[in-house]
């Protein structure tokens, strides 16, 4: 039917002389969950960063492509003003910038990209404000330096905030479910599910399947070796939980 | 993509472009260079001078034929050679004061083009400026309005003529000539400046302002400012300066005189944008500068906030002598160096009085292969009872070929005193930068967000007027910081 909104084929990625993702496929339609779950050290944050550009990542072959682009071509802020948003791992703190300021930033660098005038500032205000809520945070957030002397629970929850502000084409999120109590964890999925829909994708990376009671994917992929081992709908997660990543590992290579 | 552990952008410190660096082309009255008592005896002459201020001049400069170029400061140069400067530069005009109109259209286009006009029409609303050129201020706005409350603004110059009572009873009573080498030298051949007196229970209706600019080749400016507050007076000030983009080093050694009386507060701002040389090191402003205020009476409050962004050395210690009960000082700093930029800048707090309170937030930034260098003195002497410091020094380097260094002394004499002193450094990181780029800004832009909210503390100090300028400066100054 549609094309895919991310195609990655064959993806070779080394950093400092080592490969970790030794040949990775990933298909992702519009509108589409998927969840990427693996063992540690099998890839999975790697590939995240290389989805959104960080520097220090060699790829050393196949392709990647973001709504029929060459993604890989593409610097980090022009694949962000594109739609595609990183939840980071470890949110990183910005001292004496607030958080409105950056998002408010970030918007505009998008509108900007797309022709589209700077917002106004009562509607980015009406918008911040509506997110905020939906993420149950206080209003003082947004005042504060940009994950400022937060919490780890804060950190993630504020990624999800930028995430529902931003309104990407693709998240994806890297291990945001991790260090999160469940009331938080909680909230967090409460924000994704609430911005799902029929043109909306996301990839979540985890290694747990706890979020995915709260988060309904339809693709699980497990990663391990630097691709793609297995791809299933939900009932692959539960099983991984069940018998561990060792039985399907061990199942794979049989 | 590659892998480097350093950010190749960060590495990519190249091309910093300087807005001001052009030269008016205006018919100059300028001495041939060189340094003697005839000198001095010239530039008071020309200025039509009593017979006192000359006097001080001759002693301030036997004085400093007595001395060394200070070594202390982690700046480097090769010598100056002082007989190569000439001392005195001023557009062809004529002389004394003259209202706008007299003012050659050229030099108003010059200040037009920094984007300080002086015309009436054109002028910043709530803003009273001196404009310096060279050696000579050229006119002063607001003044009807000003005096109209009793205010005095106009160029030193002026004040020695019109009022050379208040000049005798306070030059020199902050700074005085014997202070030190650039002091002296100031001391001997200052030519023009600002002057302010602020009359008992004013509160000064409008910002004031110099803006300072060096045109002439081969010259020096030695400008002298001297502000006055009465008791129960208020006033807020600021100093601009730019300069033309040369080869050659060009020296700039000034002098600020701030007196506080009983209950009276003034707030010194200034943004510094002196050109500071292309990126390897060639040209720019040598920057010896000595500023002091001095809350010589209880209550008083004297406030100085600097962004230094230009000068090739920059070398100054914006102080404040607590000698009132219950005075305040405070010192806020924003030293910015790139390419082969040096910066030895602080302060010294001399608490004397009791319950003395002062503040230092100094940050300090880095790039390219600059040195940035924190020096400053808290001094609690014996009868500072209760006195109260907080000190708060910050560096952020970018790049991995650029300095920070922070020289904090500390001279405790009272066991009441609380002093405080906290210190970092950071770098702005790929992580940051990342993270900003993630959410679609540029790198540049990343960057001047990192570096405005590392900033931010002091930037609040500012005069809204000028918050957004210094702001952008600061942007400018770091412009291909990161490529």
Known sequence: ?254 | MTSTTENPALEDLIGRRYAHGFVTDIESDTVPPGLSEDTIRFISAKKGEPEFLLEWRLKAYRHWLTLREPRWAKVHHPPIDYQAISYYSAPKAPQGPRSIDEVDPKLLETYEKLGIPLHERARLAGVAVDAVFDSVSVTTTFKDRLSAVGVIFCSFSEAVREHPELVRKYLGTVVPYRDNYFAALNSAVFTDGSFVYIPQGVRCPMELSTYFRINQAKTGQFERTLIIAEEASHVSYLEGCTAPQREENQLHAAVVELVALRDATIKYSTVQNWYPGDEEGRGGIYNFVTKRGDCRGANSRISWTQVEAGSAITWKYPSCILRGENSVGEFYSVAVTNNLQQADTGTKMIHIGRNTRSTIVSKGISAGRAQNAYRGLVKILPTAENARNYTQCDSLLMGARCGAHTFPYMEVRNPTAVVEHEATTSRIGDDQLFYCRQRGLSTEDAVNLIVNGFCKQVFRELPMEFAVEAQNLLNVSLEGAVG
């Open chain 1, 1 to 254: 039917m549609n094309s895919p909104l991310l195609q990655v084929a064959g993806l070779r990625v080394a950093v400092g002389g080592k490969e970790i993702l030794t040949g990775l496929d990933l298909t992702v339609r519009a509108g589409e969950v998927h969840a990427i779950m693996g063992p540690n050290g099998s890839g999975k944050s790697t590939l995240a960063h290389v989805l959104a550009g960080r520097e220090g990542y060699e790829v050393t072959g196949g392709s990647a492509s973001y709504r029929g682009q060459d993604l890989l071509a593409m610097a980090p802020e022009e694949r962000a003003r594109a739609g595609i948003f990183l939840g980071f791992q470890y949110p990183i703190e910005i001292p004496g910038v607030s958080n409105v300021y950056l998002l408010r930033s970030a918007l505009n660098a998008r509108r900007a990209a797309r022709g589209e005038s700077e917002i106004d500032a009562a509607g980015f205000l009406r918008l911040v404000r509506d997110k905020a809520r939906l993420m149950q945070m206080d209003e003082s957030f947004l005042q504060r330096g940009v994950n400022e002397g937060f919490s780890g629970g804060e950190k993630k929850r504020n990624e999800i905030f930028q995430m529902a502000v931003l309104e990407p084409t693709l998240a994806i999120l890297d291990e945001t479910d991790s260090g999160l109590d469940i009331d938080a964890l909680k909230v967090v999925a409460n924000g994704v599910n609430s911005l799902r829909s029929a043109e909306r994708s996301f990839v979540l990376v985890t290694h747990y399947q706890r979020l995915l009671d709260y988060i309904r994917p339809d693709f699980v992929h497990v990663l391990a070796g630097g691709r793609i081992i297995r791809t299933g709908d939900r009932t692959l997660a539960l099983e991984l939980e069940a018998g561990g990543y060792d039985q399907v590992l061990a199942a794979a290579a049989s």
